[in-house]
T-cell receptor
Framework: EAGVAQSPRYKIIEKRQSVAFWCNPISGHATLYWYQQILGQGPKLLIQFQNNGVVDDSQLPKDRFSAERLKGVDSTLKIQPAKLEDSAVYLCASSQKAGYEQYFGPGTRLTVT | KQEVTQIPAALSVPEGENLVLNCSFT??????LQWFRQDPGKGLTSLLLIQSSQREQTSGRLNASLDKSSGRSTLYIAASQPGDSATYLCAVLNQGGKLIFGQGTELSVKP
């Protein structure tokens, strides 16, 4: 069974630029999550999708971050414009249903200079 | 608001030693608790998941316990090896369906 795929693995941008991350969850998993992990901290949930609907985006900085999950499969997370404090690893995870075990992708390491 | 704390933040031990990592949480109303491993530059690998009705789970040299009433979990690693060096994260699934993580314990096992 293929795991959660993410791309790119690394990205370096200047502040005020925009960036997008892509996630392909495990086949058949209805729930998809995006987490932000700042160096030295645990991951923090940014947004949770159930199929193509948003369940929880309470921690998403909506003035600069956006996410979508068209057709209930792949998802993209966008930052525009980026700030220095957005430097982090962005992790995507999926689960069969909400509340079930989550499986994580390798993450995208973003550096904003 | 659920808060998860892991102690210590970093730990260095010689190879072969048995060790315990600690995790505490403030709200005992959880569905489950999960221990993850994270290698540098990599994603999270699930090690053990304990349902709220369970007291412990074992996998190979790893044993995780859960005491919901006191808001504590421990991860016991027997006969540590250099390959065990990684960051270990504890996370609780709260009744809102959100996974809340601790900040992790960075483990270094010296040959």
């Amino acid at each position: 069974e293929a795991g959660v795929a993410q791309s790119p693995r690394y990205k370096i941008i200047e502040k005020r630029q925009s960036v997008a991350f892509w996630c392909n969850p495990i086949s058949g998993h209805a729930t998809l999550y995006w987490y932000q992990q700042i160096l030295g901290q645990g991951p923090k949930l940014l947004i949770q999708f159930q199929n193509n609907g948003v369940v929880d985006d309470s921690q998403l900085p909506k003035d600069r971050f956006s996410a979508e999950r068209l057709k209930g499969v792949d998802s993209t997370l966008k930052i525009q414009p980026a700030k220095l404090e957005d430097s982090a690893v962005y992790l995507c995870a999926s689960s069969q249903k909400a509340g079930y075990e989550q499986y994580f992708g390798p993450g995208t390491r973003l550096t904003v200079t | 608001k659920q808060e998860v704390t892991q102690i210590p933040a970093a730990l260095s031990v010689p190879e072969g030693e048995n060790l315990v990592l600690n995790c505490s949480f403030t709200d005992s109303a959880i569905y489950n608790l999960q221990w993850f491993r994270q290698d540098p530059g990599k994603g999270l690998t699930s090690l053990l998941l304990i349902q709220s009705s369970q007291r412990e789970q074992t996998s190979g040299r790893l044993n995780a316990s859960l005491d919901k009433s006191s808001g504590r979990s421990t991860l016991y690693i027997a006969a540590s090896q250099p390959g065990d060096s990684a960051t270990y994260l504890c996370a609780v699934l709260n009744q809102g369906g959100k996974l809340i993580f601790g900040q992790g314990t960075e483990l270094s096992v010296k040959p």
